[in-house]
């Protein structure tokens, strides 16, 4: 190629000849490429072989002599083994008189306030805890904002990561996405090292998550960037707890919604959907709306936070006016989205590290609605919570259960 030819001038005003510029170009575009043919390719045919010469997991053991689950083996999630044991029925009545508003509140800060405890923590400990009720094999894990920016056990490291140490690479499919470029490398980096040598086991893709299947904006970068419109709209052009984290500045990114995703990848169900998407988290789930509908997905995990709506954004940053219920919150809020989930037959709980509190329908109290007034509740504006959301149904029915019986 002619790049070669073309000898660059070490000259510090960078006035390249014009064949050096293409040879530029046409190193990114192979960089490019090469990563698309990496990423596309990569599971199906590496993660099987590499995971038949792995020693296994430290978390849960495989069985190996079991054959490798495929897509179109994956079992009806109403009709796994532990499903016939459960009466739904039942989950419903406990649930509803098991509310703890109360304890929710006293324990606010200590328990279940994401900046004060280790992020994810109640994630982790609900994961331990319940790891015997998932099904043994053909997982589905979707891992929406996974962004890497921290190894090993920290907070802030890729929870695609932590799902497949706990369950295993051979019988289960593990995805995780991330939209912005220099993150996505970080992440991949962050897989190489905390998952070798089975790294393939997780499926990782440049892309973020919203309702419909396009081309859109991002505000923002690094671990605050976001698809939410009103971040940008704010006049806020920096995180005003972030300062060096910029709204203005955005960048266009391939968004996919759930049920379009999953259905071109031959998905039929999806066991855990985890969603960390800065405030874009409801809309992420509407995009999974026809899936929820048909129970084809398990549990849905996602944050409350202070960009989760303008009204909360505004009580955090924008003076500080703390909003109500009994006035008006926009939407998405808790509320908002319990309603929308129990409709579906989803229960909800605020995770916590020590237990998950119930959320949804009489046991929700409008004192649970945090962000709306975070210096109140939180003596910050910085609102940041994790959720969970269980289908009363097979095995959730079975993990709403034992939630509500836990002491
Ligand atoms: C592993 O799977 C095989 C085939 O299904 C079964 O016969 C065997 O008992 C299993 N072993 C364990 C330890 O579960
Ligand atoms: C899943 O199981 C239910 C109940 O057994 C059945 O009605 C439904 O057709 C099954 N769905 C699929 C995709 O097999
Ligand atoms: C997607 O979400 C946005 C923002 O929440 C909303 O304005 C839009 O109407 C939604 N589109 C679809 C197709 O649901």
């Known amino acids: 190629m002619q790049c070669h030819a073309v000898p660059c001038s070490g000259r510090l005003s960078f006035q390249w000849p014009a064949g050096c510029k293409r040879c530029a170009v046409l190193l990114a575009l192979n960089i490019v490429a090469l990563n698309i043919v990496v990423i596309v390719f990569q599971r199906p045919f590496l993660c099987q072989q590499l995971s038949a010469k792995s020693p296994g997991w430290t978390g849960r053991t495989i069985n190996r002599t079991n054959p490798v689950s495929r897509v179109s083996q994956l079992e009806n999630v109403s009709d796994t083994v532990t499903v016939r044991s459960v009466n739904p029925v039942d989950s419903e009545k406990r649930y509803f008189q098991s509310c703890l508003p109360q304890y929710f509140l006293d324990h606010l800060t200590k328990e279940f306030y994401n900046l004060a405890v280790r992020r994810r923590d109640g994630l982790d400990v609900f994961l331990e805890t319940y790891i015997s009720l998932w099904p043994t094999d053909g997982l589905v894990m979707f891992d929406i904002g996974a962004g890497c920016y921290a190894s090993g056990s920290d907070s802030d490291s890729t929870l695609a990561i932590k799902f497949a140490k706990h369950f295993g690479c051979a019988k289960n499919r593990f995805f995780a996405f991330e939209p912005q470029p220099d993150v996505f490398m970080k992440t991949m980096q962050c897989l190489n090292k905390e998952l070798f040598p089975d790294r393939f086991c997780v499926a990782l893709e440049n892309a973020a998550f919203s309702n419909v299947t396009s081309r859109l904006q991002l505000a923002g970068k690094a671990n605050v960037a976001s698809l939410t419109g009103h971040l940008a709209e704010s006049g806020h052009k920096k995180h005003p707890a972030k300062a ?63 960009k989760m709506n303008p009204d909360f954004w505004g009580a955090s940053y924008q003076g500080g006016k703390p909003v109500f219920h009994s006035k008006h919150i926009a939407e998405p809020n808790v509320k908002s989205v319990w309603q929308f989930m129990l409709n579906l037959n989803y229960f909800g709980f605020w995770l916590g590290t020590k237990r998950l509190v119930p959320l949804s329908g009489a046991c929700w109290d409008d004192r649970m609605e945090i962000c709306g007034d975070p210096h109140g509740y ?21 993990m709403i259960n034992e939630i509500l019986n836990s002491k």
């Open 378 to 398: 939180l003596n910050s504006g910085i609102c940041w919570f994790d959720i969970i959301f269980i289908l009363n149904q097979g095995y959730g029915a079975k």
């Open 244 to 306: 060096d984290r910029d709204y203005a500045k955005s960048m266009e990114v391939m968004a996919w919604d759930v049920a379009t995703y999953a259905r071109l990848h031959n998905l039929a169900k999806i066991d855990l959907l985890k969603i960390d998407t800065e405030g874009h988290d409801f809309t992420v789930v509407q995009g999974a709306l026809s899936m929820l509908r048909a129970k084809e997905i398990m549990v849905v995990v996602m944050e409350v936070s202070d």
